[in-house]
């Protein structure tokens, strides 16, 4: 347990050191699986729940079975993992940008009711600074301020069918809007590594792939030589 800590904070180190060069120098990377692997990695520490969910259900007292059943993700507060899938590239880089402003104002309001509040916000302002560039990167755009990094739009913002009657209602609603956080991360997570998978085989199975690989499998017929009457040279 104590090696997989330390292996999960060396890792959590490394992508905040890398988050802060992208936010300090607004540059985008040119490089597709390059890029591609910094979002499946930033999705991979954010869908986390000891970045977030864990602290706050220990610093606000919700360790029972009980109050762990009351502890979910309520519908609509995050795209479903079918949307997801289907969504088109851009659409599906846009659908994030959209959600992490959502991220960002519930991060805010719970500055109060978590340890490290700046971290999680920085690790989601990294993400969507790498969302921009990935976008830019797939529309080809020759803008030189299409490389300028953007803060996540602003989203839809989350309102209860009614406001919390108490401060107790309030805290469970937190904790299953964290634990739906954590959860549309790992279905980012799992959408972009299948982009990879997508490029990989579309790579092994191109058409021209297969032509050259005919060409060299195919061998010509030996020459039929026919054979000549007798008393004939042979043609």
């Not at 659908?95 to 490290?116: F, V």
């Not at 998978?197 to 005919?214: D, I, V």
Request: glycine letters at 8%.
């Amino acid at each position: 347990m104590r090696a997989q800590r330390m292996q999960r904070t060396l890792l959590s180190l490394v992508l905040r050191l890398l988050l802060l060069c992208t936010v300090a120098t607004g540059k985008c990377s040119g490089k597709y699986h390059e890029l591609l692997l910094q979002l499946q990695r930033q999705a991979d520490l954010m869908q986390d729940p000891s970045t977030l969910l864990d602290p706050y259900i220990r610093l606000q007292g919700l360790h029972s079975p009980v109050l762990q059943e009351h502890c979910r993700e309520r519908p609509g507060d995050f795209p479903s993992e079918d949307a997801l899938w289907r969504l088109s590239r851009q659409d599906f880089l846009q659908t994030l940008n959209t959600t992490l402003g959502l991220i960002l104002r519930m991060l805010s309001a719970l500055q109060q009711d978590l340890p490290e509040p700046t971290n999680a916000e920085m690790n989601v302002r990294g993400f969507g600074n790498n969302i921009h560039c990935m976008a830019q990167l797939l529309s080809g755009s020759s803008d030189p301020k299409a490389a300028e990094p953007t803060q996540p739009g602003p989203g839809p913002t989350p309102l209860p069918p009614t406001p919390p009657s108490s401060t107790f209602q309030r805290k469970l609603r937190n904790c299953g809007f964290l634990r739906g956080y954590h959860r549309f991360m790992r279905t980012a997570g799992q959408v972009l590594r299948g982009w990879g998978e997508r490029q990989g085989r579309s790579r092994r199975h191109s058409p021209c792939r297969a032509l050259k690989r005919g060409a060299r499998r195919t061998r010509p017929f030996p020459e039929v030589r026919r054979l000549a009457p007798r008393g004939q040279p042979p043609r």
